[in-house]
């Protein structure tokens, strides 16, 4: 059974910079299709970048040239760089991953999650 630890996520200014990094235990994500996802408290989920087995990317249009999702698979692990951070991108980031031949930027099939991390951008 594929688990998820996160790290990473905080408070910043608008403009600034944050890394989370998501740790897969269990599975080898490589073979996944793996994304990060965020949530603002009463409203759905929403994908933010999805990253393939072939390593194909598919970013939301609010992130684009703004957020670098990357994996390091000798160290199992999924990152998202997160740039030039607006107020708007304040959420709780997930990371989490999905079997099967599809990787869409959408939350549903995805299992299991990460526990989540805050990320507070201020202006």
């Known amino acids: 059974q594929v688990q998820l630890m996160q790290s990473g996520g905080g408070s910043v200014q608008a403009g600034g910079s944050l890394r989370l990094s998501c740790e897969a235990s269990?599975?080898?994500?490589?073979?996944?299709?793996m994304g990060w996802f965020r949530q603002v408290e009463g409203k759905e989920r929403e994908g933010v970048v999805v990253?393939?087995?072939?390593?194909?990317?598919k970013y939301a249009d609010s992130v684009k040239g703004r957020f670098t999702i990357s994996r390091d698979n000798a160290k199992n692990t999924l990152y998202l760089d997160l740039n030039a951070l607006k107020p708007e991108d304040s959420a709780t980031y997930y990371c989490?991953?999905?079997?099967?031949?599809?990787?869409?930027?959408?939350?549903?099939?995805?299992?299991?999650w990460g526990q989540g991390s805050q990320v507070a951008v201020s202006s």
């Open positions: 989490a991953t999905k079997v099967g031949l599809t990787c869409p930027l959408t939350y549903q099939g995805f299992h299991p």
């Open positions: 269990g599975g080898n994500i490589s073979n996944s299709c």
């Open positions: 990253i393939a087995r072939n390593g194909g990317k």
